[in-house]
């Protein structure tokens, strides 16, 4: 497997969880349940994605401009993430910024696959590829596993 096939399968699954997210209604257990698990993927992938995919890209001339740029998106999710905790489930604008979150990461996401692998996969080797996969999993297992 290399680092695009397993960055791809939890793309899928960030999409699939802001598509549950966005249908949820007031404050409810559902809508709860979602947001944590929304929340802590997306902190849990851009802290992995940034040590095993970013930091080797910005090594690369070809490839450092895009990995600064995947960088500071996560940033800006980070912040609407920051304005979703800070405000209540049953407030109006809440499913609002949620949108605007799906909006973003779906962006973020489209934005990967379709030019960031392609110019990484021409910067980075063969062997790296795989390896990064490898040490991705790890912080993923990681990042999980240290949670509560």
């Known amino acids: 497997m290399t680092i695009f096939e397993a960055l791809r399968k939890d793309h899928d699954i ?5 598509a549950r997210l ?5 404050d409810s257990d559902e809508r709860d349940n979602l947001y944590q698990q929304v929340r802590a993927e997306l902190h849990y992938h851009a802290a992995a994605e940034e ?3 970013y930091i080797p890209m910005m090594s690369i001339d070809l490839t450092q401009e ?9 940033h800006e999710i980070d912040e609407l993430l920051e304005l979703l905790d800070e405000t209540d489930y049953s407030a109006t604008h809440w499913l609002t910024h949620a949108k605007q979150l799906q909006d973003l990461v779906t ?3 489209d934005e990967e696959e379709q030019e960031v692998f ?5 910067g980075l080797q063969d ?19 240290a949670q509560p």
Not at 22 to 26: P, S
Not at 118 to 122: I, K, P, T, V
């Open 118 to 122: 392609q110019l990484a996969g021409r």
């Open 22 to 26: 966005v249908e949820t209604h007031g």
């Open 14 to 18: 960030q999409r699939d969880l802001l």
């Open 107 to 109: 962006h973020h996401l």
């Open 51 to 53: 040590r095993a995919l």
């Open 127 to 145: 062997k790296q590829k795989t390896s990064l996969a490898g040490e991705y999993q790890e912080e993923m297992q990681r990042q999980r596993s």
């Open 66 to 74: 895009k990995a600064r740029h995947s960088v500071a998106e996560h």
